[in-house]
């Protein structure tokens, strides 16, 4: 689905203002060379960008040397070296056997240099394995990060025995594309945020990722959250989903697309063609050098790892993910050696269902999931795919299907993935009321054996993930009625109907209100506040103990939601006393269009009120007697009665 005809010139901008952005550094880019290419090369300097996919213990390499008498008295230093690259070993032979100044014994003094090998190789590659040896040395030796994209400055020489021979670049600096600052300019910032106060905004952001999958705009929204994630921190921020659904429903498609827009370290892999060391990492030996070599899943750290056909994996290859999608590092233990990896990579997965179909498309069960529960449980998002049932949405799909191939629009994200950039540095609050409904939203699931406690940990990154995508630095509750929405939609189709939870203070404000209105008195506003506590528990969560109004900010914004109903009024301010009058701007309307001066007059309603006042707070700090205050508030009643009686009679004259 396109994108909306009045955004079409605002995007259009956009789209050239981050191409024009990018030219200078495409400019740069034009001298680094692929992974590819650079093993194709020999005694050349180069620049190489590529992936980190191994790497070796410490060794050490010669720097240089010095060649110095052995007589302390002596102490001459005949020779100092320093090579132009480490060597592994010097077959360097000496002439001179003894000192020329006092003819003692030569000795060799190595400067050594700390060394770590890596192999890289083509993040995007063309079904080719090659990789290229690299040696990293000195202080790039430190903070290897295995699985992310380097470039890599250095000189390429050839190594080996004389029947192999291969390239190795010896490395002079080392840049990680990652570990850089963000290229997006205050001048992108500015047209996003103008974007993000749009109407719709999530309407507009679901038709721009994959728009030649039709339909399925809830799964697309549910891959957009996962891309944008939720700030990490103590609890995991990234959020996993699981497409699970029969054969073509563009499952596969969707999770490629994500790989398109996430970042350049994004992986996809083929779960039946794979196995759980093969997609995590795996410790190998080479001239007796212990090499850590990752899989997709390590490679992909920072970014979103697609996993296709998750269902195909047996029980024991799906177990290797569990540390990595709760923990976001796992260990890998062999030859005596222990690795811990870090793996802050994001899932994205797609199965179909135990038979390839859904029984019942209207009641689906995690029993057709063929994901181990525990696995399962690590999902924040699963989202149900299915077909086109009707014959109106098949006809619907069959007429865009057919749109879409006679246009052949060519699509990009030009506009979505910066957007998506910018939205992960922003760190929303979850302000107190979106939290109480949060809470509550979790308690009925749970009530109902349908969230375990990790579902509240995902309801929370969720909630942020979502204010990221609005560019919004709060969560507030219109937000958490929409995730609450998207998580009903999801659940109906488990045939469970689930509430949304309705705002903390709108429950308070309908508690107290209703309270107020069955009192037959004024009632004092911490007292109604304390009723309403005793009769609700989500009130007493929200409102706390403490209801001074002073001190307590919640219940001061109630006092001003209830002084806008007409039908109530403050008859006193130390304490605040409020009182209930049935219809009183229509009671007071009709008195003043009528003219009445009977018992209703306007003057002897206002007299009761002013001694209403005067009996709840006399100026000496007296406290309130009941007794007259029901009185009085009998008489307005009265007051009230005869000006709708006497309003009948007129009117059947």
């Not at 909306?4 to 034009?30: C, H, I, P």
């Not at 797609?350 to 009641?363: F, V």
């Not at 007794?627 to 009085?632: D, E, G, L």
């Amino acid at each position: 689905m396109p994108v909306a005809d009045n955004n079409d010139d605002f995007l259009r901008g956009v789209g050239n203002l981050l191409e024009e952005s990018t030219d200078t550094g495409q400019k740069d880019q034009e001298q680094i060379k692929t992974v590819s290419q650079t093993i194709r090369l020999h005694n050349e300097d180069v620049i190489v960008r590529g992936v980190i996919v191994s790497v070796s213990e410490l060794i050490k390499m010669i720097k240089g040397r010095t060649l110095l008498c052995n007589n302390d008295a002596c102490n001459n230093k005949l020779e100092t070296e320093t090579y132009d690259q480490p060597r592994f070993f010097d077959s360097r032979k000496e002439r001179t056997n003894n000192c020329p100044a006092c003819n003692g014994g030569l000795a060799i003094r190595y400067d050594y240099v700390n060394t770590v090998k890596v192999k890289l190789q083509d993040d995007e590659w063309d079904g080719q394995l090659e990789q290229l040896a690299c040696l990293l040395f000195g202080e790039d030796t430190l903070n290897i990060h295995p699985g992310e994209i380097v470039q890599i400055k250095g000189r390429v020489e050839v190594e080996g025995r004389r029947d192999l021979l291969h390239p190795v670049l010896y490395s002079q600096s080392i840049k990680y594309e990652h570990r850089q600052e963000s290229n997006v300019t205050p001048e992108n910032i500015e047209s996003f945020k103008r974007f993000a106060k749009m109407s719709d905004v999530i309407g507009r952001l679901v038709p721009m990722f994959s728009p030649k999958v039709i339909g399925h705009n809830a799964q697309k929204l549910g891959i957009l959250r996962s891309l944008v994630g939720s700030p990490e921190n103590s609890i995991r921020g990234r959020i996993h989903t699981l497409l699970i659904g029969p054969p073509g429903v563009a499952k596969s498609m969707l999770t490629r697309e994500a790989i398109e827009v996430g970042e350049s370290n994004s992986r996809y892999v083929t779960a039946q063609n794979a196995s759980g060391k093969g997609i995590t990492a795996i410790i190998d030996k080479e001239n007796d050098t212990a090499t850590l070599r990752l899989g997709a899943v390590p490679q992909a750290r920072g970014a979103v790892c697609g996993i296709n056909e998750i269902g195909r994996m047996c029980y024991e290859d799906q177990g290797f993910l569990l540390d990595i999608m709760e923990e976001g590092s796992f260990t890998v233990d062999k030859y005596a050696i222990h690795h811990e990896i870090k793996s802050a990579t994001t899932i994205i997965a797609t199965a179909n269902p135990r038979g390839m179909k859904w029984n019942d498309t209207s009641r689906i069960s995690n029993t057709k999931i063929p994901v181990l529960a525990t696995l399962l449980d690590r999902f924040d998002q699963v989202y149900p795919v299915s077909e086109f049932m009707s014959e109106e949405e098949c006809r619907t799909y069959a007429a865009k299907k057919a749109e879409i191939d006679q246009r052949n629009t060519q699509y990009n994200y030009n506009f979505l993935k910066p957007y998506i950039k910018y939205a992960k540095t922003i760190n929303p609050t979850i302000l107190p009321e979106a939290q109480s409904m949060l809470t509550e939203f979790w308690l009925d699931l749970k009530s109902k054996d349908l969230a375990t406690n990790r579902t509240l940990d995902s309801l929370f990154r969720i909630a942020k993930s979502q204010a990221r995508l609005h560019l919004s630095n709060v969560v507030n509750e219109e937000i958490v009625t929409e995730i609450m929405g998207d998580y009903t939609q999801r659940m109906l189709q488990y045939g469970q109907i689930i509430k949304i939870i309705e705002s903390p203070r709108e429950v308070t404000y309908k508690e107290m209100l209703s309270i107020i209105k069955t009192t037959r008195s004024a009632i004092e506003l911490t007292e109604a506040a304390r009723m309403a506590c005793q009769k609700n528990e989500q009130v007493r969560n929200y409102l706390g103990t403490k209801l001074n109004v002073k001190s307590n900010w919640k219940l001061r914004v109630v006092k001003d939601m209830l002084l806008n109903h007409p039908c109530i009024k403050q008859v006193n301010d130390r304490p605040i006393l409020l009182l209930w009058f049935e219809d009183w701007s229509a009671s007071s309307d009709r008195i003043r269009n009528d003219n009445y001066n009977e018992t209703g007059s306007i003057s002897q309603v206002a007299r009761m009120l002013s001694d209403v006042s005067e009996v709840c707070d006399d100026g000496n700090g007296k406290e309130i007697i009941p007794s007259k205050v029901t009185s009085i508030q009998s008489n307005v009643s009265e007051v009230h009665s005869n000006c709708r009686k006497t309003k009948r009679k007129n009117m059947q004259k």
